[in-house]
């Protein structure tokens, strides 16, 4: 593998010469990889758990969810070695994006019972016919 490219920045017009290093090396990146490899198999196993295991399989999925995207946006999106102020405005961004989604699912009644009924459900029983006079 190779170790982290230093190299000289001769097109910043305001530093240039300045020396800088692109980020981890290829181990590092095949380590993250393999890793990701795992958690995603940690995930789609869930499918078979036992209907008795499955009570922890949602919360475990979200922890898995966020170390995911945690270990993507840090190191395949180079977060982890950008200046703050780009990593704060992707954190607004993202904030923000979650906060749009919440008020979007709220607006559609999506945390409470809708009325809908689910795609197996049979239809409902049609009430007695009304007969006057009697």
Known sequence: MSAPVTELDDDSPVHPGEAHSHGPTDKQY??????????????????????SARNIAVPLLLFLMVVKFFLVALY????????????????AGMLFAIFVYAVALTSMNFWGDSGTTYFNDPPPVPPPPFVAGG
């Open 30 to 51: 095949f380590r993250i990889f393999w890793v990701l490899v795992v958690l995603t198999a940690l995930e789609v196993s869930t499918e078979w758990w036992p209907d």
């Open 76 to 91: 395949f999106m180079h977060l982890k070695f950008d200046p703050k102020m780009l990593k704060r405005v992707f954190y």
